[in-house]
């Protein structure tokens, strides 16, 4: 009797179960965002696909691998530029703006980046294009490493702060009480606090994401310009 690759018994002439991987991610996505992180198991996400818990070994050999499948199918939906005749700097504020859409469309997902590479084959491919723009940009190796990283730590960590604060009316809601709770405190033992505290958490955080896109661009310019200049 042959074994199968996390090492079950099985039949050789035993018929694959009829579900894919697309339907396991569609449900399991469905699930988180419906009950929660903390709720979430296998045996659930079995019952919700009406199917036995090891039929789900035939797909994924672990939760852990769900959800690097999840995560690498959000990262999937990022479309990618094109037009390699825009200017570098509009391309990365392009896949940023659009890496960060969706992320807050998914917001179950993306809880699940935190210490978590997306070198899933949809993140490669995104790793591989943003660092091609930053090379083909005349950044050297590293730069361009660096501003890879950067930026993907930057977008899903501002992503994920968005996230906490609720999607929809909500997130307006608990804006407001945040704002009104700084505008309330001692504006003697935080002078600073207080006087900035109208904008610092006003509307339209999508200003805020794009000023720290572009001091990023900035920063990868410089270096670029620097570079060049001793050449």
């Not at 479309?79 to 390699?84: H, K, N, Q, T, V």
């Amino acid at each position: 009797m042959a074994r199968d690759d996390i090492g079950f018994p099985r039949e050789e002439a035993r018929t694959p179960p009829r579900l894919d991987r697309g339907e396991i991610v569609r449900v399991a996505l469905d699930l988180l965002g419906d009950e929660g992180f903390d709720a979430f198991s296998m045996r659930r996400l079995a019952t919700a696909l009406d199917i036995k818990s090891p039929s789900l070994y035939w797909h994924v050999r672990s939760k852990e691998e769900l959800f690097d499948l999840l995560v690498d199918t959000v990262i999937g939906k990022c479309e990618l530029p094109s037009d390699g005749e825009r200017a570098w700097q509009d391309q990365i504020v392009g896949i940023g703006l659009e890496l960060r859409r969706v992320l807050l469309d998914h917001p179950a997902a993306t809880r699940l980046l935190s210490g978590r590479l997306p070198f899933g084959p949809n993140g490669l491919r995104l790793a591989d294009h943003v660092i091609g723009v930053l090379r083909r940009a005349g950044l050297g190796d590293k730069m361009a490493g660096y501003g890879y990283v950067i930026l993907i730590f930057y977008v899903t960590g501002f992503a994920v702060q968005e996230i906490a604060f609720g999607k929809g009316p909500s997130n307006a809601a608990r804006m407001e009480e945040v704002q009104a709770y700084l505008q309330g405190l001692s504006a003697e033992r935080y002078p600073d606090l207080v006087a900035v505290a109208g904008e610092l958490l006003a509307p339209r955080l999508t200003d805020r994401f794009e000023f720290g896109l572009h001091g990023i661009i900035d920063a990868l310019a410089a270096e670029r310009a620097a570079v060049a200049e001793k050449s």
